[in-house]
Antibody
């Protein structure tokens, strides 16, 4: 059974960097079969894809966030991570990590999500 | 960027009724269209991909159709556990992968 679990601070100050980690169990991030994505959802709103990382470390990001986003993978810990810099209140959202199939396009397993609020 | 538009925003339905949800793309996405279901307090769940293929474990009452720019998700007989928000997502042209704004199916 594939499971993903997000972790990280629930509160980040404006202009600082949001850092989250996703721990994967039941599968290995060191696989050429899947990509590993981050998706966010502001309270009461829809879904926004942030980007994905491949086991090799290669990444693809949403152009709207590309200048502020960095993703990485740690195969030794079976984790992947998200960093979002220069956050504002508009970055307040539930952040989900997801296993991504079909060459990085379909989200077949999701974490439960972690709420990150940006406030001073 | 391909913009996905869903209608209606909210649909009030009685259990047992047939439900049809619509999703429109701003340009053709061929059949590269997925549907997700999200219940309150939960992560989304993949229902349909390739516009019409049910994901593993998804009941047969869920069906998808369409191609190009117009897509439909149909629930043949709404069950109590189907009250949720449904999102469409295109994966024909990325980045970015984009979602529709969602349709909430609630109890009439």
């Amino acid at each position: 059974q594939v499971q993903l679990q997000e972790s990280g601070p629930g509160l980040v100050k404006p202009s600082e960097t949001l850092s989250l980690t996703c721990t994967v169990s039941g599968d290995s991030v060191y696989t050429n079969s899947f990509y590993w994505s981050w998706i966010r959802q502001p309270p009461g709103k829809g879904l926004e894809w942030i980007g994905y990382v491949y086991y090799s470390g290669s990444t693809t990001y949403n152009p709207s966030l590309k200048s502020r986003v960095a993703m990485s993978v740690d195969t030794s810990k079976n984790q992947f991570s998200l960093k979002l810099s220069s956050v504002t209140a508009a970055d307040t959202a539930m952040y989900y990590c997801a296993r991504t199939a079909n060459w990085g396009t379909l989200f077949d397993y999701w974490g439960q999500g972690t709420l990150v609020s940006v406030s001073s | 960027e391909i913009v996905m538009t869903q209608s209606p925003a909210t649909l009030s339905v009685s259990p047992g009724e047939r439900v049809t949800l619509s999703c429109r793309a701003s340009q053709s996405v061929s059949s590269s269209l997925a549907w997700y279901q999200q219940k309150p307090g939960q992560a989304p769940r993949l229902l349909i991909y390739g516009a019409s293929t049910r994901a593993t474990g998804i009941p047969a009452r869920f069906s998808g159709s369409g191609s190009g720019t117009e897509f439909t998700l149909t629930i043949s007989s709404l069950q109590s556990e189907d009250f949720a928000v449904y999102y469409c997502q295109q994966y024909h042209n990325w980045p970015p992968l984009t979602f529709g704004g969602g349709t909430k199916v609630d109890i009439k």
